[in-house]
């Protein structure tokens, strides 16, 4: 009986050892399962804090990127706008100092030779002016052509230090939203996170994010280009071939190695409803350029949105314009003839591949270059 007793308390024992074991096991299971649920719970805030504090900051900067490229399209408009009002300055007093070399020349062969020696005798226009206004030979009319002719002088004086301010403030513009893009990507790279990650967290921003990331890249390439411009090295510039003439046109081709690739009128953006010009593409290779007719380069140089371009006044209200030139040939004030080579083209300015545009205009307006080829 006493066995059989200490037999039972034996097993009662064992039972209790063992349900305490399997208790103490269920608890430790259960009260990790809290923990780790609370970790989970404390990490989702966490994350959700860090996704709200990124999309903040990208929110922010997002903004400030589409003020500054608001605010370059701005002055990008403003620039073209004095490019061309400086382009048509140039061609003014082009003309201008035309018609006194002829007026001269028919003094000089008159017998008003005293007119000639003030003229070579003066230090500049306004010291001609001076003397001249002492010369009872010289009639009023002569007089006032060489007032507006300094006048125009003085007024394309003045546009291109205006120009050059605009140049000044859109490259400030320029590095602005370079910062801003680089300021993206710092937040993006220390959060190690991708686009597509965005596009989830941002929703729409993040296409827009991506467009003006392009945009700084492009303005950056801009800016990029006019630098190296700006210096003039060496490599803008290369010796030119012999002229070639081409075609039955009053012009002959100013790309004869190329092909057209847009024609005059048609749409190419809202930006540029009508194109001005012809395009001539050239299978991405830079090739020579030439002009149309004989001329007198006032311009040879560079341009935010022509890039390296050339524009030859022909007189009586004609000129051709070439763009996006990768070197040039011929320098501002140079008389060339018909067919000589001006440059090669090139894929700078505002251009999307290795072209030349051509334009013709007449009296300030643009007509179809067809019209002359």
């Excluded at 074991?21 to 259960?30: E, G």
């Excluded at 500049?124 to 002088?153: G, W």
């Excluded at 290795?354 to 002359?372: I, K, M, S």
Aim: some cysteine; proline content about 2%; hydrophobic content about 35%.
């Amino acid at each position: 009986m006493r066995k059989r007793m200490k037999r039972l308390l034996s097993g009662l024992v064992v039972l209790a050892i063992s349900s305490c074991m399997v208790l103490n096991v269920n608890a430790t299971t259960i009260e990790d399962a809290k923990k780790k649920a609370k970790e989970l719970e404390n990490q989702k805030g966490k994350t959700e804090a860090e996704k709200k504090s990124l999309t903040e900051q990208l929110n922010t900067i997002l903004e400030k990127m589409q003020a500054t490229r608001a605010n370059m399209t701005k002055k990008e408009e403003e620039i073209s706008a004095k490019e061309e009002e400086l382009t048509q300055a140039k061609i003014d007093e082009n003309d201008q100092y035309e018609s006194m070399k002829k007026r001269i020349k028919f003094m000089y062969e008159n017998g008003n030779v005293q007119f000639l020696e003030i003229l070579l005798s003066s230090e500049s226009i306004t010291d001609f002016l001076n003397k001249a206004e002492y010369v009872s030979e010289i009639s009023e009319y002569d007089r006032n052509m060489l007032v507006e002719f300094q006048q125009i002088v003085e007024t394309v004086e003045e546009q291109e230090k205006a120009l050059q301010e605009e140049y000044k403030e859109l490259e400030t513009l320029q590095t602005e939203l370079s910062n801003q893009q680089a300021e993206v990507q710092k937040v993006l790279d220390a959060t190690n996170t991708k686009l597509a990650d965005l596009e989830k967290q941002i929703g729409e921003n993040a296409n827009v994010l991506d467009k003006l990331m392009k945009e700084a890249e492009e303005a950056a390439e801009r800016q990029r280009q006019a630098a190296l411009a700006a210096r003039a090295s060496s490599s803008t510039y290369v010796s030119a071939g012999p002229p070639v003439v081409s075609g039955n046109g009053t012009f002959t081709h100013p790309c004869p190695t190329g092909y057209i690739t847009s024609y005059f009128g048609e749409y190419r953006s809202p930006s540029d409803p009508a194109h001005k010009g012809m395009d001539f593409g050239t299978g991405g290779q830079p090739v020579p350029t030439y002009a149309a007719a004989a001329g007198t380069v006032v311009i040879a140089g560079w341009s935010n949105s022509a890039g390296n371009w050339v524009v030859i006044n022909h007189g009586n209200g004609l000129v051709t314009k070439y763009m996006h030139h990768s070197a040039l040939c011929v320098s501002a004030g140079q008389q060339v003839s018909k067919g000589q080579q001006i440059g090669l083209t090139g894929n700078t300015g505002y251009s999307s591949g290795v072209h030349l545009h051509f334009q013709v205009e007449t009296g300030g307006t643009a007509v179809d270059p067809r019209n002359y080829l």
